[in-house]
């Protein structure tokens, strides 16, 4: 079992930044591929980006690439997610999620624990 928390969301205006991170209880964060998704109100929850068990591999979904940066600490159980340039269709509930495959997927339902949330509001 593991659990997530996340935690670092806000109020940012736009063309700001804001960093999430989400802590892992146990000890076998490193087993599992992270991943970030959000999710707007009336909108089904999606993928943002994900980072493998090493940190070695990232991908990100075409909306966020090259303004948003995954990033993990294994020595801290600790995924991050770097976001700049913010727009307001950035605001949603953003969570983390680990998934025990071993290569990196985009598919919530495979994704098998979850954090909490955390709100990010961006304002134009």
């Known amino acids: 079992q593991v659990q997530l928390v996340e935690a670092g969301g806000g109020l940012a205006q736009a063309g700001g930044s804001l960093r999430l991170s989400c802590t892992a209880s146990g000890r076998t964060f490193s087993s599992y591929v992270m991943g970030w998704f959000r999710q707007a109100p009336g909108k089904e929850r999606e993928f943002v980006a994900a980072i493998s068990r090493r940190g070695l591999n990232t991908y990100y979904a075409d909306s966020v690439e090259g303004r948003f940066t995954i990033s993990r600490d294994n020595a801290r159980n600790t995924v991050f997610l770097q976001m700049s340039s913010l727009k307001p269709e950035d605001t949603a509930v953003y969570y983390c999620?680990?998934?025990?495959?071993?290569?990196?997927?985009?598919?919530?339902?495979?994704?098998?624990?979850w954090g909490q949330g955390t709100q990010v509001t961006v304002s134009s």
């Open positions: 999620a680990a998934d025990g495959s071993v290569i990196i997927r985009t598919i919530s339902y495979e994704y098998d624990y």
